[in-house]
Nanobody
Framework: QLQLVESGGGLVQPGGSLRLSCAAS????????IGWFRQAPGKEREGVSC????????NYADSVKGRFTISRDKAKNTFDLQMRSLKPEDTAVYYC??????????????WGKGTLVTVSS
């Protein structure tokens, strides 16, 4: 069964940190673009960060640049999103995804079910 499973969501205070992980099973993440997306209440889903299939290009949404870091562990077939200096506006359901194309913008084929991140005091 091909699937992605997120972990690491939860409640954190503003200014705090959280690390999300995404584990793939049933397929290899190698040669896939991988990314994190989020959907806040009442808003459309947006891209947060992406690594191209070659691993050569990493990009971030302007709203998270300098605060979030995406990384890949090829041996474990996982990828993470380290989030720092979290703000209430980062509150959302976070989804990991993988695609057969070079970049995330070309479409993602596999999606996790999402993990909730709540930033609140």
């Amino acid at each position: 069964q091909l699937q992605l499973v997120e972990s690491g969501g939860g409640l954190v205070q503003p200014g705090g940190s959280l690390r999300l992980s995404c584990a793939a099973s049933g397929f290899s993440l190698a040669y896939h673009s991988i990314g994190w997306f989020r959907q806040a209440p009442g808003k459309e889903r947006e891209g947060v960060s992406c690594i191209s299939s070659s691993g050569g290009i990493t990009n971030y949404a302007d709203s998270v640049k300098g605060r979030f870091t995406i990384s890949r562990d090829k041996a474990k077939n996982t990828f993470d999103l380290q989030m720092r200096s979290l703000k209430p506006e980062d509150t959302a359901v976070y989804y990991c995804a993988a695609g057969r194309y070079y970049s995330c913008s070309e479409g993602m084929d596999y999606w996790g079910k999402g993990t909730l991140v709540t930033v609140s005091s």
